[in-house]
């Protein structure tokens, strides 16, 4: 297994220990620089990996699949702890959801015919604000930050990512629309 394909398995590997520390934040505000600072690891994980691949020419189909699977896990489990802690609106992340796994059965449905479908510019941008935005909840969560104002402002970037992500999943659709030839 090549490097940038470790990369991505580690931060699969990352997403439980991450979750765990997000579950403890209301017991204990420590566990937010924890919870932050695996996240943060876990998304240079994607950067890296992928710059890694394409400068030294080691794209797979193992890491055009499993790339952009890890990246759903690692953000899935991030909005839904968001979710739990009343942070995010249940209904922009259920779009947040709904796409994944629509691209997700896209994906299973052309890996059948042989064709490995790698992310998109829209993908990629979705995937970089996600992060952003999910490391900036984190930011304010800390007591400096009014819970309120706090809140808001999370709940305003979800929905900003739900409407980027649902963007995408368009984009993704319309693009690849020929895996659904046969029906």
């Known amino acids: 297994m090549n490097t940038p394909n470790k990369l991505t398995v ?3 590997i990352l997403v439980p220990i991450f ?3 997000m579950i403890a934040i209301p017991k204990n505000t420590a566990y937010i620089t924890a919870s932050l600072a695996v996240f943060v690891i876990a998304s240079i994980t994607d950067t890296l990996d992928g710059y890694l691949a394409r400068k030294n020419r080691l794209i797979t189909n193992f890491g055009k699949f499993m790339d952009p699977l890890a990246d759903k896990v690692l953000t899935t489990a991030a909005y839904l702890g ?3 802690m009343g942070r995010a609106s249940v209904w922009a992340v259920m779009l947040i959801l709904t796409r994944e796994y629509m691209v997700s059965g896209v994906r299973l449905v052309a890996a059948g015919n042989g064709t490995v479908i790698a992310a998109s510019l829209w993908g990629k941008l979705k995937t970089v604000f996600q992060m952003v935005s999910l490391i900036a909840a984190f930011l304010l969560m800390y007591p ?3 819970e309120k104002t706090g809140i808001l ?3 305003i970037l979800v929905w900003i990512s739900a409407i980027i992500t649902v963007i995408s999943g368009i984009d993704y659709l319309m693009k690849n629309i ?3 030839k046969e029906i």
């Open 82 to 84: 968001l979710l739990a």
């Open 19 to 21: 979750l765990a520390f």
């Open 144 to 146: 400096v930050c009014p």
């Open 178 to 180: 020929s895996a659904f």
């Open 10 to 12: 580690l931060r699969v």
């Open 153 to 155: 402002i999370t709940q």
